[in-house]
């Protein structure tokens, strides 16, 4: 039989598994007291699995959030009806099939230890238990979880590990450990509101905890195997955004509800300019007995394809541990769909018209006041989506990468920050010396950093809610209610106005750049802006013309766009259309509203060093209605489509 270590060898000679791999198979399954665990588990059924669904790797809970393990533990808990090794089961079909097996493992969440040994659960500021969340501040580590990894890496070697739940469901905790170190190391008492002067470091405590635990955790692990590979669930996007701890080597985020698709696309973007590979993990099914649509599957395999990311398969056995037949048959739909496009995803590049800065230090000032461990970020998601609805293909960075570089966009935005280091600062003067153009709003003029007036060639005078009209070419003018800034001009140029010529979008030529200022926080959800996305899109065309972008598209605002390259095996623009429309609404996503039933005919203009070869709709090979190649550019019309369609632009050598 082949082992999950030989696998892992293997994996030095032919690089990471994981970069290799495409399609992923998870089964979730947090064991309950009254379930039978392991008595239908048949390795002739999943075998028929993998055999039919063909997955790059599968991974199966060995440990859940209720506390139990599906294998036989001595250091943790069994379930009361315990029947089988589900563990070895899973592991030894993978290993005949000479595919990697993930461990999954929820290190964070735990009801058997909130209800039999309660000192290891977070407390909430009132000193009520926090649902299911290990504190890593008291003993639990030691003396369960590092123990628990090291019993699974003996057993079972491997070759990946999936961590759940450190951290999404978690918040600042006010357990007496926490309180008593807390005070040893800061000389502070524990705050007792957000409010309180003790509160910021308190946080930042909390998060430190968790900084060392993960960090440990790997450490843990690869003491025992160098090469397996981790992902700590949901870490390192724009909640996090900040520089992967080194022990991890790949990012994935499990999406049940509500579904929004736009959301991941926005972290999948951010996660491209990471530097690991990366991929989403959603549902197949509405509930047990319901398959979730396919055209839903296909719209989250489209997403996550387009923006560079693997996809990976949930489904739940049965309480008895066994699989559904019709489930199986369905994993094998998802292999033959995602096959046909893989070509086409392998080894290629994201090629943006923008690149969006997220500052990590402004981001945790932002959300500091709110009681959960790492909120998500206020601006970014919407940012994301609304360039998605532009059709401006857009990357999403932290001010890390920007410091290592490259930023890939003709645009960078920068969005109202709170602060601006001056290592950025230094960034931003270089990116438009090189020809770059940046694009800063509302705030920025405020940060306390060296040279930012004279770098937007305005300078801060006041801030003002106020109700003012400013006058937009094609729009006339619009009235607004929102936060302004006031601003007086230097050497930069009034682009649109407020009433009294009071400067609403300047410019600022720098070099072969130029730096843009808006006065307000355009992509801020609220406010009042009257017909924010118009006028969000009147100040791109002004700051990013058409003419200067890299691809333009005229469809309607539901159909995503990304461009991507590829160098081998031949060298090829790829252009992804998705069909964003639909989705699921009300609480966690109990409705389900499908996709239009089609794309209309789509027109896109892409620049080219040269003319193609040919150029497809894929798969199939499909020929479009109608391509033609001038000045540098190619223009394509699209035949209609369903969900996913790809124009595939191949060039000669």
């Given at each position: 039989?082949?082992?999950?270590?030989?696998?892992?060898?293997?994996?030095?000679?032919?690089?990471?598994?994981?970069?290799?791999?495409?399609y992923?198979?998870?089964?979730?399954?947090?064991?309950?007291?009254?379930?039978?665990?392991?008595?239908d588990?048949?390795?002739?059924?999943?075998?028929?699995?993998?055999?039919?669904?063909?997955?790059?790797a599968i991974?199966?809970?060995t440990k859940?959030?209720?506390?139990?393990?599906?294998?036989?533990?001595?250091?943790?808990?069994?379930?009361?009806?315990?029947?089988?090794?589900?563990?070895?089961?899973?592991r030894?079909?993978?290993a005949?099939?000479?595919?990697?097996?993930i461990?999954?493992?929820?290190?964070?969440?735990?009801?058997?230890?909130?209800?039999?040994?309660?000192?290891?659960?977070k407390?909430?500021?009132?000193?009520k238990?926090?649902?299911?969340?290990?504190c890593?501040?008291?003993?639990?580590?030691?003396?369960?979880?590092?123990p628990?990894?090291?019993?699974?890496?003996d057993?079972?070697?491997?070759?990946?590990?999936?961590?759940?739940?450190t951290?999404?469901?978690?918040?600042?905790?006010f357990?007496?450990?926490?309180?008593?170190?807390?005070?040893?190391?800061?000389?502070?008492?524990?705050?007792?509101?957000?409010?309180?002067?003790?509160?910021s470091?308190?946080?930042?405590?909390?998060q430190?905890?968790?900084?060392?635990f993960?960090?440990?955790?790997a450490?843990?692990?690869?003491?025992?195997?160098?090469?397996?590979?981790?992902?700590?669930?949901?870490?390192?996007?724009?909640s996090?955004?900040?520089?992967?701890?080194?022990?991890?080597?790949?990012?994935?985020?499990d999406?049940?509800w509500?579904?929004?698709?736009?959301?991941?696309?926005?972290?999948?973007?951010f996660?491209?300019?990471?530097?690991?590979?990366?991929?989403v993990m959603?549902?197949t099914?509405?509930?047990?007995d319901?398959?979730?649509?396919?055209?839903?599957?296909?719209?989250?395999?489209?997403v996550?394809?387009?923006?560079?990311?693997?996809?990976?398969?949930?489904?739940n056995?049965?309480?008895?541990s066994?699989?559904?037949?019709?489930h199986?048959?369905?994993?094998?739909?998802?292999?033959?769909?995602l096959?046909?496009?893989?070509?086409?995803?392998?080894?290629?590049e994201?090629?943006?018209?923008?690149?969006?800065?997220?500052?990590?230090?402004?981001?945790?000032?932002?959300?500091?006041?709110?009681?959960?461990?790492f909120?998500?970020?206020?601006?970014?998601?919407?940012?994301a989506?609304t360039?998605?609805?532009?059709h401006m293909?857009?990357?999403?960075?932290?001010?890390?990468r920007?410091?290592?570089?490259?930023v890939?966009?003709?645009l960078?935005?920068?969005?109202?920050?709170?602060?601006?280091?001056?290592?950025v600062?230094?960034?931003?003067?270089?990116?438009?010396?090189?020809?770059?153009?940046?694009?800063?709003?509302?705030?920025?003029?405020?940060?306390?950093?060296?040279g930012?007036?004279?770098?937007?060639?305005?300078?801060?005078?006041s801030?003002?809610?106020?109700?003012?009209?400013?006058?937009?070419?094609?729009?006339?003018?619009?009235?607004?209610?929102?936060?302004?800034?006031?601003?007086?001009?230097?050497?930069?140029?009034?682009i649109?106005?407020?009433?009294?010529?009071?400067?609403?979008?300047?410019?600022?030529?720098?070099?072969?750049?130029?730096?843009?200022?808006?006065?307000?926080?355009m992509?801020?959800?609220s406010?009042?802006?009257?017909h924010?996305?118009?006028?969000?899109?009147?100040?791109?065309?002004?700051?990013?013309?058409?003419?200067?972008?890299?691809?333009n598209?005229?469809?309607?605002?539901?159909?995503?766009?990304?461009?991507?390259k590829?160098?081998?095996?031949?060298?090829?623009?790829?252009?992804?259309?998705?069909?964003?429309?639909?989705g699921r609404?009300?609480a966690?996503?109990?409705?389900?509203?499908?996709?239009?039933?089609?794309?209309?005919?789509c027109?896109i203009?892409?620049?080219?060093?040269q003319?193609?070869?040919?150029?497809?709709?894929?798969?199939?090979?499909?020929e479009?209605?109608?391509?033609?190649?001038?000045?540098?550019?190619?223009?394509?019309r699209?035949?209609e489509?369903?969900?996913?369609?790809?124009?595939?632009?191949?060039?000669?050598d």
């Amino acid at each position: 039989m082949c082992t999950n270590k030989k696998q892992n060898s293997e994996s030095k000679e032919t690089g990471n598994w994981y970069t290799k791999g495409f399609y992923f198979l998870h089964y979730d399954h947090h064991v309950r007291e009254d379930w039978d665990m392991g008595k239908d588990t048949d390795p002739d059924q999943i075998r028929r699995l993998l055999d039919l669904a063909r997955p790059d790797a599968i991974s199966l809970i060995t440990k859940g959030n209720t506390g139990y393990t599906t294998y036989p533990t001595k250091v943790g808990f069994r379930p009361p009806h315990y029947y089988k090794d589900m563990v070895k089961i899973y592991r030894d079909a993978a290993a005949e099939h000479n595919i990697p097996f993930i461990a999954y493992y929820n290190p964070g969440r735990d009801k058997y230890i909130m209800e039999h040994k309660p000192e290891w659960n977070k407390m909430d500021i009132n000193g009520k238990l926090q649902d299911r969340a290990i504190c890593y501040n008291t003993p639990v580590v030691e003396e369960y979880l590092l123990p628990q990894v090291d019993e699974i890496m003996d057993l079972y070697h491997p070759a990946g590990w999936w961590m759940d739940g450190t951290f999404p469901h978690h918040y600042v905790c006010f357990c007496e450990e926490c309180k008593k170190d807390f005070r040893k190391q800061t000389g502070l008492e524990p705050p007792d509101s957000p409010r309180s002067e003790s509160w910021s470091a308190y946080k930042k405590f909390n998060q430190d905890q968790w900084r060392q635990f993960v960090h440990k955790l790997a450490e843990r692990i690869h003491a025992k195997d160098p090469d397996c590979l981790i992902a700590c669930a949901a870490a390192w996007y724009y909640s996090i955004p900040e520089k992967p701890d080194p022990g991890y080597g790949f990012f994935s985020h499990d999406f049940s509800w509500p579904g929004n698709v736009y959301f991941h696309s926005g972290v999948l973007r951010f996660w491209d300019t990471q530097g690991l590979p990366y991929d989403v993990m959603t549902t197949t099914f509405l509930s047990a007995d319901k398959l979730k649509p396919f055209d839903r599957l296909a719209q989250e395999m489209a997403v996550s394809l387009s923006n560079g990311g693997r996809f990976y398969a949930w489904d739940n056995p049965s309480p008895s541990s066994g699989l559904y037949d019709s489930h199986i048959d369905y994993m094998g739909r998802l292999s033959s769909w995602l096959r046909s496009r893989q070509p086409y995803w392998q080894d290629a590049e994201s090629m943006p018209d923008v690149s969006v800065l997220e500052i990590a230090e402004s981001h945790y000032l932002r959300t500091d006041t709110i009681s959960a461990l790492f909120p998500n970020s206020r601006d970014i998601p919407k940012i994301a989506k609304t360039l998605s609805m532009l059709h401006m293909h857009a990357e999403i960075l932290a001010d890390w990468r920007l410091l290592e570089g490259p930023v890939r966009g003709s645009l960078l935005i920068l969005n109202d920050p709170l602060v601006i280091p001056d290592s950025v600062m230094y960034k931003l003067d270089e990116y438009v010396n090189r020809g770059g153009s940046v694009l800063l709003t509302a705030g920025a003029l405020k940060c306390d950093v060296s040279g930012i007036a004279e770098f937007a060639g305005v300078e801060y005078v006041s801030e003002a809610s106020q109700k003012v009209s400013v006058n937009v070419p094609g729009m006339g003018t619009l009235p607004l209610q929102y936060k302004w800034y006031n601003v007086r001009p230097g050497d930069a140029e009034i682009i649109l106005s407020g009433e009294k010529n009071v400067p609403f979008l300047t410019r600022k030529e720098a070099g072969p750049g130029a730096v843009w200022y808006c006065a307000v926080p355009m992509f801020e959800e609220s406010g009042g802006l009257s017909h924010p996305d118009a006028l969000r899109k009147a100040i791109l065309d002004i700051v990013l013309p058409e003419s200067e972008r890299r691809i333009n598209v005229k469809a309607p605002e539901w159909v995503e766009v990304s461009l991507r390259k590829q160098e081998s095996p031949n060298k090829r623009y790829i252009v992804h259309l998705v069909n964003m429309s639909g989705g699921r609404v009300g609480a966690r996503g109990s409705e389900y509203i499908s996709p239009n039933p089609s794309m209309p005919v789509c027109t896109i203009s892409v620049r080219v060093p040269q003319k193609p070869a040919f150029v497809t709709l894929e798969p199939g090979g499909r020929e479009p209605e109608y391509w033609e190649y001038s000045d540098g550019n190619v223009v394509v019309r699209t035949g209609e489509a369903h969900i996913h369609e790809m124009v595939v632009l191949t060039f000669s050598d």
